[in-house]
């Protein structure tokens, strides 16, 4: 319907045109008519001919929305939430984009486990919405100056955790009691004090809280920020470690991980081991640009949207901390969600909403064929020496990639063997920016990332 519109508009243009043209004829020029009209017809094709994602044979639906803040998907992996900044949150269809549901808009939205209701924040009552009867059925109990902001689900579906002014509150979901209620007592010089996310883990018996802390500066006009992730025993409401601090921060299905994002150019995610807090991995990716950060079930791979000119989608082997897969969207996404079973991918670019197959459907399960991969100098100025271990044989193709998988230089394209292997690879020619050496092997890709700096 959108298309039939679009080249309707077009063609009346066309007849206004060559009308304008008739009386140009007879003597009634107007010039600046033609500027108009013919001003309209570009700006018409220039929206048709927004770019779309190259990797349409991972795409299974793309649907015109608003904003998107969250992309959450049922435990079934059945359907698709979408909540953003219209007034109403849609829940679609995941295997064919049909929407099933609208919701009234809530403030961050959940899924219970039973596929059948939400809770969201509904003018600072947490309720639970039935998607069947399309009503409000309950809300949780709530003080009257209370005003919620984040909120998490237990995995058991349980308990509900949301932020408030002074603390978090925790809720019995099948009673909608309100058991517990953390306050943070007032500190000297304490100005302001905010939650920007909260967790439970995966046994429950825990809650992970991101805080942010101003206090006064007798030094200067401008406060002083502390910030941190805490995690609180949920029996006792005791912080128990202090997870360290960053931009922000996702916990891996299982609660075996926890990645956090900088603000640094390289190495923009950080991941650790939960338990332990040692480094596990550094990924070589653009902190500023990322927007969603999301494990898989298996917690092998680490899936990171970007925006601001990177506008891709990068799937990263955890265990061999390289890029096995990337999608480009053809625009800065916003969120990001994973289904329950990994079998689908959703992002937001704003004005569009994807859903994609996900890298395990366009990969090979055997994966990778080689590992080991380094180079150096990375970055580099002039030449860099790729070394890696190819660990199945057969023909491999590798070749010179920019950002959002566009060939520039082919490397080599041969049989190898089991075996380690150098190469020289020449990068003269190529300006500044980050790109990947790509390797190719029957279905299977993996990538690995350079910086050249000129």
């Not at 500027?35 to 001919?49: G, R, V």
């Not at 380690?420 to 990068?427: E, Q, R």
């Amino acid at each position: 319907m959108e298309l039939l519109i679009i080249c309707l508009s077009i063609l009346h243009l066309i007849r206004d045109l060559h009308n304008l043209k008739k009386k140009h004829i007879q003597g009634e020029p107007n010039m600046k008519q033609h500027f108009i009209l013919l001003a309209l017809l570009l700006s018409i094709i220039q929206i048709q001919a927004q770019p779309v994602p190259q990797n349409d044979t991972d795409t299974l639906w793309m649907r015109r929305t608003h904003d998107s803040y969250t992309l959450n998907f049922s435990p079934d992996s059945k359907y698709l939430m979408s909540w953003g900044d219209s007034p109403t949150i849609k829940i679609f269809e995941t295997e064919t984009g049909n929407i099933v549901n609208t919701i009234p808009a809530m403030r961050n939205p959940v899924f219970d486990l039973d596929n059948k209701h939400v809770y969201g924040n509904n003018n600072n009552f947490i309720s639970k919405y039935d998607l069947d009867t399309k009503s409000i059925t309950s809300s949780l109990d709530k003080e009257s100056t209370d005003e919620y902001g984040f909120n998490d689900l237990s995995g058991d579906g349980k308990y509900f955790v949301a932020t408030y002014q002074k603390g978090f509150k925790i809720w019995e979901t099948n009673t909608g009691k309100l058991i517990k209620t953390k306050i943070f007592e007032n500190e000297s010089n304490l100005q302001d004090i905010s939650f920007i996310h909260i967790r439970f883990n995966c046994d429950n018996s825990k809650i992970i809280c991101a805080i942010k802390k101003e206090y006064t500066n007798p030094n200067g006009p401008d406060p002083i920020i502390w910030g941190g992730f805490i995690e609180f025993d949920i029996n006792t409401l005791d912080s128990i470690r202090d997870l360290g601090n960053a931009n922000d921060w996702v916990l891996s299905p299982n609660c075996n991980y926890i990645a956090y994002k900088y603000f640094l150019k390289d190495n923009g995610v950080r991941v650790f081991n939960l338990n332990s807090m040692e480094l596990y991995r550094i990924i070589n990716t653009n902190g500023p640009s990322i927007t969603g950060m999301v494990f898989t079930s298996d917690e092998k791979y680490l899936i990171i949207s970007h925006d601001g000119g990177g506008d891709r989608i990068e799937v990263w082997d955890l265990e061999n901390n390289s890029i096995v897969y990337t999608y480009s969207t053809g625009g800065p996404i916003s969120a990001l969600g994973l289904s329950k079973d990994d079998r689908y991918l959703a992002a937001s670019t704003y004005e569009r909403l994807y859903m994609y197959k996900t890298f395990y459907n366009s990969v090979n399960e055997n994966k990778n064929f080689i590992n080991n991969i380094n180079s150096y100098p990375n970055p580099t100025n002039s030449n860099i020496i790729l070394e890696f271990s190819v660990i199945k044989s057969g023909n491999i193709n590798i070749e010179f990639v920019n950002e959002i998988g566009q060939p520039l230089n082919p490397i080599k394209n041969e049989f190898y063997i089991e075996g380690d292997y150098s190469l020289n690879i020449d990068t003269q020619n190529i300006i500044s920016g980050f790109y990947f050496i790509k390797f190719k092997q029957n279905n299977n890709t993996q990538l690995f990332k350079i910086q050249i700096v000129k």
